[in-house]
Structures are given as C-alpha cells and as structure tokens.
C-alpha cells in the first residue's frame, strides 16, 4: 500500500469555521489530489498539486483553497465551512502526471 | 454533464458467477481507462487498467474490455467471490491530453454484491 496518511479522519464543523486537512505521504510522488465523495458523483477533483508550491483547480474547487509546503504534505483548507462541504474527502497520489493515482484512507466531514 | 457514466446503481451476484459491471464515456479525448474498488470506510484501490490502444487487459480473475468504437467499457471478475463485494468506479484520463493528463474523471459508482 502506498503510504498515504490523512488528517483528521472524521471531523464535524460548524458552518462558517475554516477547516484544514492535511494529505501526507512517504512515498516522494510529485502529484498530489484532492477529491470529495458525494453519492451520485462519484469522485471529483477539487485541486492537484504537480510540486511544491505549485498547484492547480480541479473540478469543483469554488471555497477550497491548497497549499504544498513540503512535497510530503498537501493541506486542503475551507476557508469558511458551508453545509454543501458535507462529504468524504480524499487524497491521492501519483509518482509523475500520467501514473496511477493512488489514495489514502479519506476523511469523513460534517458540516453542520 | 456526466462523462463517464456507470448506469447500474448496484449490481448482484452469485459466489462464483460472473460479475459484469459496465462504464460508458462520452469524451474522446479520453485514452486511459481504470478500475478502482472501494470498501467502506476506506480509500479506492486500483484494481486494473487498459489503454486506448488494446481492447482487452487482464490480470487474474478480472478483465476489463475496451469497445472505442462504442465509448464502453465492462469489467468482469470471474469466479466471483464474496471478498468481492465493494462498490466499483470506473475512472478515465486523457494521457496524451494537456487538459486531462494527469486528473481522472470518475463515474458514479456501481455497488457489487457477491452472495454466498
């Protein structure tokens, strides 16, 4: 298993407070990603990062923001909570842009 | 607008059956096709992958088939197995893309149920 570590693992918020996950991986891969899980959806991208301080949008990035510090460590932040933040959030990892990406155990949020 | 669409919400089977699970795109840029399963409670884990290039690939007890022509692809995991029972997302790329590269777009999900 790729080592891919997410924090918290559950987190319940009230709506308005700012929110940071933190992504961290052993494995030295240079892209990183972020994704939330809503049922009907499936998986959407909502920011990667392709090194260190360099990232990008996804799908649905509106309220998110990212920043990779270090290349082990990618923070997803939500600046101000809203209850359709409410979902599963997951990282992922891939060694170079077309790779297989790999994830990490996810993070349930509620916002409520 | 949905590009990658897995049309059965859920999907039950036999132990030791086939299970045929289904995926349809709608974008042609796409060239990289994957399988990822997910257990509850846990992140997707990569199960098999194809590219644009071959209609077939197989490893072990799953096969993923690729119809271009059609904008289809199926997965099947023969004999099916208890164990088996996860919920499965079809995921595709457009490698040779600028725009898709390197980020997978992900259809619903499809909920396998392997009975014994």
């Known amino acids: 298993d790729a080592g891919i570590t997410q924090s918290p693992r559950h987190k319940v918020t009230e709506t308005g407070t700012p929110v940071t996950l933190r992504c961290h991986q052993t494995?030295?891969?240079?892209?990183m990603y972020w994704y939330r899980q809503d049922p009907g959806h499936g998986l959407r991208l909502i920011h990667y990062?392709?090194?260190?301080?360099?990232?990008d949008k996804g799908e649905v990035s509106d309220g998110y923001s990212v920043s990779r510090s270090k290349t082990e460590d990618f923070l997803l932040t939500l600046e101000s909570a809203t209850s359709s933040q409410t979902s599963v959030y997951f990282c992922a990892i891939s060694l170079n842009r077309v790779e297989t990406q790999y994830f990490g155990p996810g993070t349930r949020l509620l916002v409520l | 607008d949905q590009q990658v669409k897995q049309n059965s919400p859920s999907l039950s089977v036999q132990e030791g059956r086939i299970s045929i699970l289904n995926c349809d795109y709608t974008?042609?840029?796409?060239?990289?096709f994957l399988w990822y399963k997910k257990y509850p409670a846990e992140g997707p884990t990569f199960l098999i992958s194809?590219?644009?290039?071959?209609d077939k690939n197989e490893d072990g007890r799953f096969t993923v088939f690729l119809n271009k022509s059609a904008k289809h692809l199926s997965l099947h995991i023969v004999p099916s197995q208890p164990g088996d029972s996860a919920v499965y997302f079809c995921a595709a790329s457009g490698r040779s893309s600028m725009e898709y590269g390197n980020k997978l777009v992900f259809g619903a999900g499809t909920i396998l149920r392997v009975k014994s």
């Open positions: 494995e030295n891969h240079r892209y």
């Open positions: 974008n042609s840029m796409f060239d990289y």
């Open positions: 194809i590219s644009s290039i071959k």
């Open positions: 990062s392709y090194g260190v301080k360099d990232t």
